[in-house]
């Protein structure tokens, strides 16, 4: 059974930056075709991929946030981490990650999001 | 990168069909078969209900379907049931770089 769990602050301030935590459980970042990505959603709002992260360290980012955010793993912890500076209040959504294989190219299992929001 | 276009809202009473559109370009949507479909409820994280456009997992019922023809993508719900009232966006893979894009969503009402 595949798990994931995001975690970090729940609020920050403008200029800042921000840095979440997906630990996971039921498949490993060292398995061929494996990746995991981080989607966000500002209340009320659509889904919007923010990076994705695979077994190689392969990286894709949003192209429009690439200079803004970074992806990094922990293989050997099952974490992924995702920073994101310079936060404005229209970063305030709730951050998801998700499980993601190169063979069916969709986030099929996802955690239960974390309310991110940015005010001074 | 531009969000693919859907319907804001489609409703339907229970039994009933209901079909929502997801339109794209030939550089998401028409030029691949890796279109899918989420399923979202108030407060809770999406769910994959079709992938590679009409694929369904493992557990999804096949009162859904999907379906594409050129830049338009659809998701047809059949027997409409009062648990499919929710949010729903299609995703298209774009490309190495890009990599997909989402849709603007839609909400599905059962009356």
């Known amino acids: 059974q595949i798990t994931l769990k995001e975690s970090g602050p729940t609020l920050v301030k403008p200029t800042q930056t921000l840095t979440l935590t997906c630990t996971f459980s039921g498949f490993s970042l060292t398995t061929s075709g494996v990746g995991v990505g981080w989607i966000r959603q500002p209340p009320g709002k659509a889904l919007e991929w923010l990076a994705v992260?695979?077994?190689?360290?392969?990286?894709r980012y949003r192209p429009s946030l690439k200079s803004r955010l970074t992806i990094t793993k922990d293989s050997s912890k099952d974490q992924v981490v995702l920073t994101m500076t310079n936060m404005d209040p229209v970063d305030t959504a709730t951050y998801y990650c998700?499980?993601?294989?190169?063979?069916?190219?969709?986030?099929?299992?996802w955690g239960q999001g974390t309310l991110v929001t940015v005010s001074s | 990168q531009s969000a693919l276009t859907q319907p804001p809202s489609a409703s339907g009473s229970p039994g009933q069909s209901v079909t929502i559109s997801c339109t794209g370009t030939?550089?998401?949507?028409?030029?691949?078969?890796?279109v899918s479909w989420y399923q979202q409820h108030p407060g809770k994280a999406p769910k994959v209900m079709i992938y590679?456009?009409?694929k369904r997992p493992s557990g999804v019922p096949d009162r859904f379907s999907g379906s594409k023809s050129g830049n338009t993508a659809s998701l047809t719900v059949s027997g409409l049931q009062a648990e499919d009232e929710a949010d729903y966006y299609c995703s298209s893979y774009a490309g190495s770089n890009n990599l997909l894009v989402f849709g603007t969503g839609t909400k599905v009402t059962v009356l």
């Open positions: 998700a499980h993601r294989t190169t063979a069916r190219r969709i986030f099929d299992d």
């Open positions: 992260i695979y077994w190689n360290d392969d990286k």
């Open positions: 030939s550089s998401d949507v028409g030029g691949y078969n890796y």
């Open positions: 590679e456009v009409s």
